[in-house]
């Protein structure tokens, strides 16, 4: 069994993870660059436990030792007595396989590294490592406290132990399904969904409804929690056109090419849920204004 287990990168997504581990019972220890980006993201899961607090959904007692078990490094190197560490940075190749090569001296020989990667090769993010079969792509879904699949990403040198024991943690520990998926562009999640969301963009391009339109025809017609607009904001939208872009250049496929609308709100600044403003407003907390 895991029971201690490291996060590295304290965005969104490592945000959600971390949680996620706390409220199973996991001590967890999360790790970004600077002090102030880990009380940024501790502000942001405080918040979180609030809104829950709110729907009774948990007590002040288990937010306080959800709080208590989520551990603040600015160094790698305090991640040496995980046993599993997830790293969950921005998607950039070299920057992951740094992480990934770090880790790989840092950690016992039998931990994990996992890559929440959504995009990128797991057989070229584990050959960062000496032992690459060790490596393992755990792509959780946003926000991963309520959904529950994990995509279990094998690369071409990914052990049959690590597979296992993977696993295992997901669906023994988290409680979560695990689906295993061999290495391509997108997998299964993101590939669906961001395809889903470049034709809900083109809808617009071509006038024939408006973005809030859009979403309540999907929430309502086919019972999504949000709809692919504000899917798209709350992922960040210069994260779906990196994941876009990736699939366009690996698959030379027409249907994956970002939207022009898309490209213009990033440039713009207009990134969703993370800036305030994407095709939605949104308050501090993360809230649709």
């Known amino acids: 069994m895991f029971r201690v ?102 950690l016992e020989n039998d931990a994990i590294i996992a890559s929440n990667t959504s995009t990128l090769s797991l057989t070229e993010l584990a050959s960062a490592a000496k032992s690459p079969d060790r490596v393992i792509g755990m792509h959780f879904v946003y926000p991963a406290l309520r959904v529950d699949v994990v995509e279990i990403v094998l690369g071409l040198q990914t052990s049959d132990l690590t597979y296992k024991r993977t696993k295992n943690f997901i669906e023994k520990e988290i409680f979560k399904q695990g689906i295993m998926v061999f290495e391509s562009p997108g997998f299964v999640t993101t590939r669906l969904i961001c395809l889903m969301i470049n034709e809900a963009l083109h809808i617009i391009e071509e006038g024939v409804a408006s973005p809030e339109d859009i979403d309540v025809a999907i929430k309502l017609g086919y019972q999504f929690e949000h709809g692919p607009l504000e899917m798209a904001d709350r992922f960040g939208l210069d994260s779906v056109w990196a994941a876009l872009d990736r699939m366009f250049r690996e698959f030379g496929e027409i249907k994956y090419r970002p939207s022009i609308i898309l490209k213009k709100k990033v440039r713009a600044g207009q990134l969703g849920v993370k800036s305030g403003i994407g095709f939605f407003k949104y308050n501090k907390d993360g809230e649709r204004i």
């Not at 009380?39 to 918040?47: R, T």
């Open 5 to 106: 287990v490291g996060v590295v990168g304290a965005g969104t997504m490592g945000q959600s993870i971390a949680e996620m581990l706390a409220v199973k019972g996991l001590d967890v220890h999360l790790v970004e660059k600077t002090p102030e980006k880990l009380q940024q993201a501790m502000d942001m899961l405080e918040a979180s436990l609030d809104r829950q607090l709110e729907r009774w959904a948990i007590t002040s007692a288990e937010k306080k030792l959800t709080l208590n078990r989520i551990h603040l490094e600015t160094s790698l190197q305090h991640l040496a007595q995980c046993q599993l560490v997830i790293e969950t940075i921005d998607e950039d190749l070299d920057s992951k396989k740094d992480i990934i090569r770090q880790l790989d001296s840092i």
